[in-house]
């Protein structure tokens, strides 16, 4: 009896935990990392991405006069390494973001899209964890 209980309790720790796909200890060189090129309205960025079940991580480089070419509603964790950008929200609020500044927010929560005048390289996490139920 007790080993059921002990297997039902590790199912719902499973089915429950967000993250459902444990990922091991490992350094990212992103020197290593291909680059891919996405074009927005104006500017370019670059994404280099690490994909895992149910996460991704990437830097990403906007060019100077970067504007996003969609409205965004996925959730991300996005934290400014280098430059400064502003996020826009689609109510008309605007936050500019600087070097060591970070925004959260869930999916579906409030769709932003991202501009910058003179370029910016971000940190971006995003996945399931966001979801909102």
């Known amino acids: 009896m007790l080993k059921k209980v002990r297997l039902l309790l590790h199912l719902d720790f499973l089915y429950f ?3 459902k796909h444990p990922i091991p200890f490992q ?6 990392i291909a ?8 500017g370019t960025a670059w994404w280099q991405t690490l994909q895992h079940p149910g996460l991704r991580i990437r ?12 409205w965004c509603k996925k959730g991300h964790i996005v934290h400014c390494l280098e430059g400064s950008f502003i996020s826009e929200l ?9 070097q060591g ?3 959260v927010v869930s ?4 769709t932003h899209r991202s501009r910058t005048e003179l ?4 940190l971006i996490i995003d996945g399931d964890f966001l979801q909102t139920p």
């Open 35 to 42: 680059v891919t090129e996405h074009p927005g309205i104006t």
């Open 101 to 103: 500044m970070t925004y």
């Open 27 to 32: 350094c990212i060189d992103w020197n290593t």
């Open 17 to 19: 935990n967000p993250m």
């Open 107 to 110: 999916d579906e929560w409030s």
């Open 59 to 70: 830097i990403v480089t906007y060019s100077p006069g970067y504007l996003a070419d969609h």
């Open 119 to 122: 370029g910016v390289k971000l």
């Open 90 to 98: 689609e109510t008309g609020e605007e936050y500019e973001l600087q």
